[in-house]
């Protein structure tokens, strides 16, 4: 095989991050659309991640009802390969950057791009992947690897990953996403 006929990889490599968008069991409650698929896909791209040693941020929202900090339905999906050397990042809004430590997280490991995945395709997984592209982050999507627990969700995936699209990010399937 030529050297240019291998497998798609991320850009800037070196300098890239994956976040993974609230994975948390309270949405788990609710029906999320193709959840062990998207658990699967999730996975797959967190272990390319740390073999490739790509940092890996897991975002973990903090509000009321099933996401109520400390409580059951807050803490992170039990079947996530969370590594002791992974990040974890609080937060109270939709978008990662709001109030939260992640953007100086990410200039200090001198990262330009991130690969955004997780939940919930409408709502927090548009809030961050607009907050990266809006500072300036080279941004990939895995357009496979976001959901939502919407009666919608198939629809809200496709619109929303031609959205941020147009909007500058990049989409890219898990078997795509390589980081070694």
Request: hydrophobic share 40%; aromatic share 4%.
């Amino acid at each position: 095989m030529k050297e240019s006929e291998s497998k798609p990889q991320t850009p800037d490599q070196t300098n890239v991050a994956l976040l993974v968008i609230d994975v948390q069991r309270g949405l788990f409650e609710r029906h999320i659309h193709k959840a062990e698929e998207l658990l699967l896909n999730i996975n797959t791209i967190v272990d390319h991640a740390h073999r490739g040693g790509v940092p890996v941020f897991f975002i973990q929202h903090s509000g009321t009802g099933a996401l109520l900090k400390g409580s059951p339905g807050w803490q992170l999906h039990p079947q996530l390969h969370l590594l002791v050397t992974d990040s974890v990042v609080h937060k109270q809004h939709g978008s990662a950057f709001e109030d939260t430590v992640l953007e100086e997280a990410l200039k200090s490991a001198k990262v330009t791009g991130v690969v955004i995945t997780g939940l919930v395709t409408h709502g927090c997984v548009r809030a961050t992947c607009i907050g990266a592209l809006e500072l300036g982050y080279r941004v990939v999507l895995v357009k496979d690897g976001h959901s939502s627990f919407s009666k919608q969700a198939a629809k809200l995936i496709d619109q929303w990953n031609q959205e941020l699209s147009a909007m500058g990010a990049e989409l890219k399937a898990t078997l795509e996403i390589e980081f070694d």
